[in-house]
């Protein structure tokens, strides 16, 4: 069935670090990808969407890439903040909107 | 600045008691749809609805209940509370159009004594 898989974690970074949070899917048809975020005692934000194969979605200095080949929207970010420390969590949108299949989810500590 | 406002952040209900969470979202999207988060488990999906009126049984609608009669409410209904329903609820809503991802409430946060 439909599947979303994010790297477990916490996450530790120093602040000026690279980040990486790995997430592969599967899915029948051609799903949109989407990668939220959850600060603490709140509800989920959109952070970031690829509509199709090879789309780059980006804010706030976060990037995904869509890779069909490798069924993958790994989530990227040159140089993490103290205030990125949150709950990221991959997600599908299947066809018709009516259904969205999320990740675990990965905490991340970044440390000043 | 388009929202889903969720009742109360936070709620302390007693066993058995009958609970109303509501939601409501100024963007006049058509579906919507209630999940609960508890930690290890992730999201799971309650019920949702596409339409005034229609309801759909998401992965656990054992002990819910829904009701749409108006296009921004969404009402989530705990018929007679138990222990094992104490946890986070988030409501979200998207748009009939694909692809624009939800936009989420900030959460209840429901205890069940």
């Known amino acids: 069935g439909d599947s979303v898989t994010q790297m477990e974690g916490p996450v530790t970074l120093s602040e000026e670090a690279f980040l990486t949070i790995n997430c592969t899917y599967t899915?029948?048809?051609?799903?949109?990808l989407f990668w939220y975020v959850q600060y603490p005692g709140e509800g989920l934000q959109l952070l970031l969407k690829?509509?199709?194969?090879?789309d780059k979605g980006s804010n706030k200095g976060f990037e995904a890439t869509y890779r069909k080949e490798t069924t993958s929207f790994h989530l990227e970010k040159g140089s993490v903040q103290v205030s990125d420390s949150a709950v990221y969590f991959c997600?599908?949108?299947?066809?018709?909107?009516?259904?969205?299949?999320f990740g675990a989810g990965t905490r991340l500590f970044v440390k000043a | 600045d388009v929202k889903v406002t969720q009742s109360s952040r936070y709620l302390v209900k007693r066993t058995g008691e009958k609970v109303f969470l509501e939601c409501v979202q100024d963007?006049?999207?058509?579906?919507m749809f209630w999940y609960r988060q508890d930690p290890g488990l992730g999201l799971r999906l309650i019920y949702f609805?596409?339409?005034?009126?229609?309801?759909e049984k998401g992965d656990i609608p054992e002990g819910y209940s829904v009701s749409r009669e108006k296009k921004e409410r969404f009402s989530l209904i705990l018929e007679s509370a138990s222990t094992n329903q104490t946890s986070m609820y988030l409501c979200?809503?998207?748009?009939?159009?694909?692809?624009?991802?939800?936009?989420f409430g900030s959460g209840t946060r429901l205890t069940v004594v």
């Open positions: 899915a029948t048809g051609y799903p949109s």
């Open positions: 979200a809503s998207s748009s009939g159009a694909r692809l624009g991802g939800y936009t």
């Open positions: 690829a509509t199709k194969a090879d």
């Open positions: 609805s596409y339409d005034v009126k229609m309801k």
């Open positions: 997600a599908l949108e299947l066809t018709g909107g009516f259904k969205t299949i």
């Open positions: 963007m006049d999207h058509e579906n």
